[in-house]
């Protein structure tokens, strides 16, 4: 049987980077294919050894080296601070792989990954913004550039994350670009950018996630046990405009709200906001079926809340202009209310006003898409 390497963002204590991976894997071997994610660790991930070759098409700047170091440190600092919590964490994050996912050996650098000798019949970069030209790192491993030459080599959702990539590095672009054989991506930007860059059509098509049904998902999830309803509120960071909505519908609906946070550090006040801080993807997935509205600033936060056909609000800055993800999305299933920028006015009157038939017929249509490309580029 032929054998499919997927290679993605895993291992970086993210609900949303985890379960895409998961669900690429997870459809390909429903699907017939015998396939495993190879395990190139991201270079936010602590154990990445970074060297000259892995050197980002942009030079980072002071203030993001500055950021991925805060981050890397505020992980440490919470696993520190809270031991017991990190380690009950991770044991969830790392069990639900070693459950349901098939994974390769560890490579920890760049030069791992291209002096190793695969043989997989056909390589997938997947999804997530693993071609975000702002990326701390090479992403020429997701362009499939270590793959051999006569490869099958296929994108399947993968994303730039932006608007628009300077043309400076369209060369650059064009040459990875033209090493796949196939090649779609997430967000209609995407598909605009590639044709800028290479003159060639790509494919529009789903999240990962999006191509398991939601009793797919609810199959491996770890049931939320809450008899009460309760206001999800997934938002990476402290966010006063998210906080301030979900206390307006607190008030609404009597609802209490329950956070699930990035790491073990808590952000809220726990007499206002119950924060659960060591769940791992499968007990992520319990609480998003039992929730009863979700705030989110995540775009798999959105994306669930669609499988589960949760009332929900997205939250996005107002400083910038790099929704591209989460705009492409609300413009495919109709929903641009949903999608809103901090200082926004809500209506909470149509709190619950969504017609989920008319969503699952819109993405239904999408999702036939996205399998048919998968099919074709395998076959």
Known sequence: MKKIGIITILNVNNYGAELQAFALHHK???????NEIINYLYYKNPEYKSERLSDPLIKTSGKNKLKDLVLKWLDKYSSFKYPELAKVRKQRFDGFHQKYTAVSKVYKSYSELYNAALDYDTYIVGSDQVWNPNNGTNIAPYFLTFAPKDANKVSYASSFGVGSVNSAYYPKYKDWLNNLTHTSTREADGVRI???????????VVDPTLLLSKEDW??????YEEKDPYILFFIFKKNKYAENLAYEIQRKTGYKIIRVCKNEMPLEPDDKILNIRDYGPAEFLGLYNGASVVLTTSFHGSIFSLIFEKPFYTITPASKNNNSRQESLMNVVGLQER?????????LDKLTDIDFESVKGKLSKQIDISAEFLNQSLN
Do not use: F, N, S, W
Not at 194 to 204: C, L, N, R, S
């Open 28 to 34: 390909l071997k429903k699907m017939g294919y015998e």
């Open 218 to 223: 609810q199959e491996i999830m770890v049931p």
């Open 339 to 347: 999608l809103l920028r901090e200082g926004d006015d809500v209506d």
């Open 194 to 204: 590639i044709k800028e860059v290479t003159g060639k059509d790509a494919v529009h």
